[in-house]
């Protein structure tokens, strides 16, 4: 038998195994021993044991049928009253099983919960121990420089692999709210990462179907509330990504503002199919979609709703829905408000300040959206139609508007805009599709969602990156750090993420080797402890780290989600608890508590001199912009950066041998290459090379200028290396 049916029978809280049609018992729980219960391997009746022994169970484990239901039997079980169940179980193999519980005789509610609880908690380690490979995986691949269309695969299995670990978290907090176990933190929120979080993710599914997907909260809310990110984050999460995955055409909009002194209401309205009266019921019920048959369009585990409704009801609010069919759907999330006692500091002036923006939307819900997004930046929105605008432009230097730069239609309308507004004018484009391959070219044009600082960028004219470099952490400062893992793909991929935040780590495989390298003579700073593995589990191999004496700070990593983790590892004297799935990012946070800082440099010791000179990163956007192919620009400098030493020795030989035909040839090509990627200190020393490579120029001039060469191809050797580590993520203005 294979895991899921050791999962089941652990996942019982009183005796329980799975039996065949001859009742052997093949797979049997640790509570199952005892009373005369026949162990794994024995037959049932082949015990003098009083319950599951006698004859009678045999029988009806051999003659039951797969249309059969339960059968309950009563009798005396460890000296008390007790029922023994006997279900029928499909198998893989073809072959009739048998699982047979043991419970008292009237199982009260908390035993079924409980069993609920622990199963799902079980069935969710199961699930996510092959998930925690693909996540560190693909964040490992996301951390790499990559061509644009591959960085665009490798994004989209990270998506769909979080989606996965989602949907496990999902079902283990929707058993935690049925039996209680649900905790709630209090805590600052901050409201818009929270909303802009929520949309960015969905922005290919929105991009596709060319719908707009626009986020913003009041100006006048607090920029932080108390409550639990987590559980809105998760509220959020199945609302709006419900909405647009129902909404074919359109627009979705998430907004947040004051309900009362007391409360604040999130609304998430979409131009979707809209939904019926009986319907609006069964949507909050777990697994139900309004099309519930096999021809139903949309995937789906029918759980977004319900536990958001759950979520909902256990942070001290409510949700309420308003649709009709064929109108859309309008989802009003009220929560209690108070206000985070810290608000973070509001820079003065706001960055858009005396700007007065006119804003073409296509509905009162994305111009307020839209409205509020600008109000927050300082800016004064002006409603707006587009045909105004062409007419004339009402008092207002920028004209923001929505539209779809796949349509040629949009082209010309662009063109008029700006014609509109002069050569002191702005114009900015929100497309609902995505304008890296649309025909729109000559306004700035931004992507939906929008998130508050892009728009302000785009409209200050400020550059904010393209898509494709690797998506970076930065490296922590030095350290030593030991995982315990026994499974082999866990400990490699964790491996090369730890040395990839610049820290040192040694693998075991089990807790007795972890705990003899931590008592041992190595030092470490911190351990990633598996709680699972043979022999000595995570547990067991802390205490014996504590009782030899060390302090040494352990972490425990657990793909389980069992009630209780937690507890359990602080009491065995761990200092934290991680749950896999684990990202970079989530990684890094954890180990730099306890990671050693670089050590400043002593008083007195002179550093490196900084380097002033080196390519200007503003030409390599430009370049970028131009092709529209960070890709091709990223190996065009990688190029560069391998055939650099080449060429300096190339200059250096040359010199050498007095070759001056040599030696401008070099410096020619050295200085075009550099010219093209901006490196301008660089492509000047190259000239000055090629213009006095000549018979009349002293040995002594020349080596001097060479050597400028090499002064200035450390500097751009150094600012291209940090061009191609750079985070340069999102769609900037005007880079498509």
Not at 327 to 353: C, W
Not at 427 to 436: Q, V
């Amino acid at each position: 038998m294979g895991f899921a049916a050791r999962t089941l029978v652990e996942a019982y809280p009183g005796p329980a195994a799975i039996v065949d049609r001859d009742g052997c018992v093949l797979v049997a729980n640790g509570r199952w021993s005892g009373a005369g219960r026949p162990p794994e391997g024995t037959a049932l009746g082949a015990a003098p044991g009083p319950c599951p022994g006698h004859a009678q169970l045999a029988e009806v484990v051999r003659d039951m049928t797969p249309a059969a239901g339960p059968a309950v039997l009563a009798c005396q079980c460890d000296g008390a009253a007790s029922a023994v169940r006997v279900t029928h179980l499909e198998s893989d193999c073809g072959a009739p099983r048998r699982l047979v519980t043991v419970t008292a005789a009237e199982p009260g509610p908390d035993a079924a919960g409980h069993a609920k609880s622990q199963f799902l908690a079980l069935l969710g380690h199961e699930i996510r121990t092959p998930v925690t490979t693909v996540v560190a995986t693909v964040d490992l691949l996301r951390a790499q420089p990559l061509p644009q269309d591959v960085r665009e695969v490798v994004d989209s299995v990270h998506r769909s692999v979080h989606a996965l670990k989602a949907l496990t978290d999902d079902l283990l907090d929707l058993a935690r709210l049925e039996t209680g176990n649900l905790t709630v933190d209090h805590e600052p929120v901050p409201l818009r990462a929270v909303l802009e979080g929520i949309v960015e993710p969905l922005q290919q599914q929105a991009r596709r179907k060319g719908i707009l997907l626009l986020a913003a909260p009041a100006p006048d809310l607090p920029a932080a509330v108390l409550g639990d990110a987590g559980r809105l984050r998760q509220v959020l999460t199945g609302v709006v990504g419900n909405a647009v995955k129902f909404t074919e055409a359109g627009e979705v909009i998430v907004t947040a503002a004051r309900d009362g002194d007391d409360a604040y209401v999130i609304t998430v309205s979409d131009t979707g199919p809209g939904i019926s009266g009986p319907d609006r019921e069964r949507i909050f019920a777990p697994f139900v979609q309004a099309d519930s048959s096999a021809a139903r369009r949309h995937e789906g585990a029918g759980l977004g709703l319900a536990l958001a409704a759950r979520l909902v009801a256990a942070l001290g609010g409510r949700i309420d829905v308003h649709s009709e069919p064929g109108q859309g759907s309008q989802f009003a999330i009220r929560l209690p408000l108070e206000a985070a006692p810290q608000q973070p500091e509001v820079t003065a002036p706001l960055p858009l300040t005396r700007r007065r923006v006119a804003v073409v939307a296509p509905s009162p819900r994305s111009l307020l959206a839209l409205s509020w997004l600008l109000t927050s930046a300082g800016a004064e929105p002006v409603e707006a139609r587009l045909e105004d605008v062409v007419r004339h432009v009402p008092q207002a230097d920028t004209v923001l508007w929505c539209d779809d730069s796949h349509d040629p239609e949009a082209v010309r309308r662009a063109d008029a805009v700006i014609e509109a507004l002069g050569p002191t004018g702005r114009a900015l484009m929100i497309s609902t599709t995505d304008p890296r391959t649309g025909i729109v070219r000559k306004p700035g044009v931004l992507t939906a969602p929008l998130v508050l600082s892009r728009l302000v960028a785009a409209l200050n004219l400020e550059r904010t990156g393209v898509r494709g470099a690797p998506i970076t952490v930065p490296a922590l400062g030095g350290g030593r750090v030991l995982l315990a893992e026994d499974n082999d793909v866990n400990r490699t991929v964790f491996r090369r993420m730890i040395q990839l935040l610049g820290v040192e780590c040694d693998t075991v495989a089990d807790g007795a080797a972890a705990a003899a390298a931590v008592l041992g003579d190595t030092p470490y700073d911190v351990v990633l402890m598996d709680l699972q593995m043979p022999g000595t589990d995570g547990l067991e191999a802390t205490r014996r780290i504590r009782a030899g004496g060390s302090g040494t700070p352990i972490l425990a990593l657990t793909a389980t989600a069992l009630h209780g983790d937690r507890e359990r590892c602080l009491a065995a004297g761990m200092n934290g608890h991680l749950s896999k799935p684990i990202t970079l990012p989530e990684l890094r946070a954890a180990l730099e508590p306890y990671l050693s800082e670089e050590e400043p440099e002593e008083p007195g010791e002179p550093g490196p001199e900084p380097v002033a000179d080196g390519p200007d990163l503003s030409k390599l956007r430009d370049l970028e912009a131009q092709l529209e192919d960070r890709a091709l620009v990223v190996t065009t400098v990688n190029t560069f950066l391998s055939q650099l030493d080449g060429r300096r020795t190339a200059l250096a030989e040359a010199l050498r041998k007095q070759d001056h035909d040599a030696l401008r040839a070099t410096a020619h090509t050295l200085k075009s290459s550099s010219a093209l990627l901006g490196a301008d200190p660089l492509a000047e020393a190259c000239a000055q090379v090629e213009r006095s490579a000549t018979a009349e120029t002293s040995e002594q001039e020349l080596s001097a200028l060479v050597a400028g060469v090499e002064n200035a191809v450390a500097g751009a050797v150094k600012v291209m290396a940090g061009y191609l580590a750079s985070d340069e993520r999102g769609d900037g203005a005007g880079t498509r």
